[in-house]
Every structure is written in C-alpha cells, then in structure tokens.
C-alpha cells in the first residue's frame, strides 16, 4: 500500500443457535462474506434527528433553560409548570399518530406535523 493510504475493515459475526447440541460448531458450517466499502459513497450530511436533539440542546443553553444539576426543558415531571403547558399540548399533539416512529426521520413531514401541532397550542397565561 501506498504511503498516506489507509484501509479499514470491518468483521462481523452471527451465530445462529437453534438448539443446544454437544457438538461443537464446525468450519463448514461457518459462512463469510466480504463486501468492499467505499467511503465515497457515504453521505456526507450529519443525521436529521442527532442535528435536532442538538439544537435543542443549543437553544436551551441559549435561552439558559439548561442548568448543570437541572432536567433539560424537555423533561416531563408529574407536575408540569405553566410554561411547559405548550409544550405537553405540542407534544400531545404529535405523538396521538401511532405511526410517529416512521415518519419521526422525514425532515419534511416532521416540520409539516410540527408547523401543525404547534398551531394547535394555546398561550400560556
């Protein structure tokens, strides 16, 4: 290789169990494919949903809602104070469809359902 080059590789392992069986496991049953991977063809765009819990975090710390010993704003307690009202209605709001969890990673659906949901919010008082 090359200087200033560099390969990676990456094992995995599976077993398949289907009974308990004194014999141990032998060469032939064992199965190995190697598939070649280019760092090219990765995407170059930071996760959607790592990129919002981080914005999050950065408007709760811009906002000074995020103290070192405190629970972030998000947090839900037994006893919600009147500013996290909207907050509850909002995420009341969102989360009645069963199906959020597919459509949680939709950057587009997910600002569509959040413009909504947030619509639906009263002020609090």
Known sequence: MSPGKSAKKTMKMYY???QK???????????????????SSREAK???????????????CERGLLGKDAAGPWS???EPSPEQQRWLQFLRSMIIDESWSQWISDE???????????????PSR
């Open 16 to 18: 398949r169990v289907t």
């Open 46 to 60: 930071p996760n959607f949903l790592a990129l919002c819990i981080l914005w999050a975090h950065f408007q709760a």
């Open 76 to 78: 839900l307690s037994a």
């Open 108 to 122: 587009e659906e997910l600002r569509r359902r959040s413009l909504a949901a947030y619509g639906k919010t009263t």
């Open 21 to 39: 069986t004194p014999q141990p496991i032998r060469r032939e049953d064992v199965t190995m494919t190697i598939q070649p991977t280019s760092s």
